[in-house]
């Protein structure tokens, strides 16, 4: 009801038979929007991260529907039969194959398993463009905007298993491309918001112009400002922000593209971020064991964390996969754990990830 989404050809949507959808995906909900419009009974199945099957009721729902949980980038063989098992029972089957949320609504890369699982499946791949996703609820905000969604289900593609990874790739790609901060209908734009800059932290976690850590805020939740009082933008309804002193609007996009191409800067003593962390580990899913607030410190070359009954040293090399879950937790794959690190105050999960990519290419 918040989004009131609108099929725009109908006609498109397949009734029967196995195949798969994929799309932009910049709302967490999207997948549950695409459902709005299949027949009563006959939602679709899925693959959707592993840490949203730690148990209850909704674990079992999920379960229930055909949802499979994932670990992302990491090889999964059984989650491989698991798709195959759906299709051979006619299942329709949803997959995000950037891996997650697009934090700003323009294209993450793909997950080239997921391209190699369309080919050879030999069923017809839909492309499903959700006009409006990233206005509907950015990744990185506390509440959600009511914006218009509409959903368009484009002709499918069709490969064999003879068909070139990067050609199909390339085709897969196409019909996704788009930057959902700048190209939507008009009609999807939101008029109204609340408090439309809660949590950009998350997001633009450095000035752009100085390029201090946490040097912007929003302590209205609807304008940004910088430690140093040389700028101050309003958040529009649609996430765009607009310079109170030039009149000149940016996009978050613009914004976080040039903060994530600012050289990483060190402290005194060789730190390269610093934050206070809710610590959990796990070495069996999904039994996530917690260690409290400690202080996590990035070096060049090693992730150090210290606090009441932990003072522990993980070697870089030593991290086989790291991503972010929500918009706040940073999980961190080891050979024999997984260490997860919860902003869940002030710091961003993101600019730690944007810097283990750049230590750990």
Known sequence: ????????????????????????????????????????????????????????????????????????????????????RLLEAGRQVVIYPEGGQRWTGRPMPWIEATAKLFVRCGVPVYPVR????????????????PARLFVEVLPPLTFDRTTPLDEALARLQVPIAAHDDAVFPPESRPRRAYRPAAGLHRLLYRDPDTGAYGGLSSPDGTHVVNRAGTLRLRMLPDSTLVDERTGARHTTGDLYERIRALPLEKHRDGALLRDRVALHTERTFPHLVPHGTVTATLYDDALRLEGPGVRRTVPLEALRYADIERNYKLQLTLPDEMLQLGFTGAGSALAWLDALARLRP
């Not at 006009?131 to 905007?145: Q, V």
Request: proline content about 8%; aromatic content about 14%.
């Open 1 to 84: 009801a918040l989004w009131r989404p609108v099929l725009v050809n109908p006609e498109a949507l397949p009734a029967r038979g196995p195949c798969f959808f994929y799309g932009n995906h910049s709302n967490m909900l999207d997948a549950f929007v695409l459902n709005a419009f299949t027949r009563f009974g006959q939602c679709t199945a899925g693959v959707m991260t592993r840490e949203r099957f730690r148990g209850g009721l909704a674990t079992r729902a999920f379960r229930r529907i055909g949802l499979l949980p994932t670990q992302k980038r990491l090889a999964e063989p059984a989650l491989i039969r698991g798709v195959y």
């Open 130 to 145: 959700t006009h409006g996703s990233y206005l509907g609820w950015p990744r990185w905000a506390d509440y959600p905007r």
